[in-house]
């Protein structure tokens, strides 16, 4: 059975910093994708960061470029998602999602991604 389970949401003033972390198991093969996607009341669930679990490459989307991070601890099976200078329009459910046949690009389509978690609130509010 595969799973991904999101933490590290919560309430941060705009400036602030968050780290969001995806704990995968049972994965057999390194050969996949992890995106992290949001989704904001009333708007679609958008791809803001992707890696490739074996490669190490990276995709960021252009509204949080400069400001959020993704890396790998393969050792734990986890992915983190760094966020910094956070704004209010960084609010959203966030939601780490795998699948073995997606890519990273030209960046992460949600249809395309089997495997979910079960999202993590981060509020962006003074």
């Known amino acids: 059975q595969l799973q991904l389970v999101e933490s590290g949401g919560g309430l941060v003033q705009p400036g602030g910093s968050l780290r969001l972390s995806c704990a995968a198991a049972?994965?057999?093969?390194?050969?996949?994708?992890i995106s992290w996607f949001r989704q904001a009341p009333g708007k679609e669930r958008e791809g803001v960061s992707c890696?490739?679990?074996?490669?190490?490459?990276?995709y960021y989307s252009d509204s949080v470029k400069g400001r959020f991070s993704i890396s790998r601890d393969n050792a734990k099976n986890i992915v983190y998602l760094q966020m910094n200078r956070l704004k209010p329009e960084d609010t959203a459910v966030y939601y780490c999602?795998?699948?073995?046949?997606?890519?990273?690009?030209?960046?992460?389509?949600?249809?395309?991604?089997?495997?979910w978690g079960q999202g993590t609130q981060v509020t962006v509010s003074a």
């Open positions: 999602a795998a699948d073995p046949s997606s890519s990273c690009y030209p960046s992460p389509d949600p249809h395309e991604y089997t495997y």
């Open positions: 049972g994965f057999t093969s390194p050969y996949y994708y």
């Open positions: 890696i490739s679990v074996s490669h190490g490459s990276t």
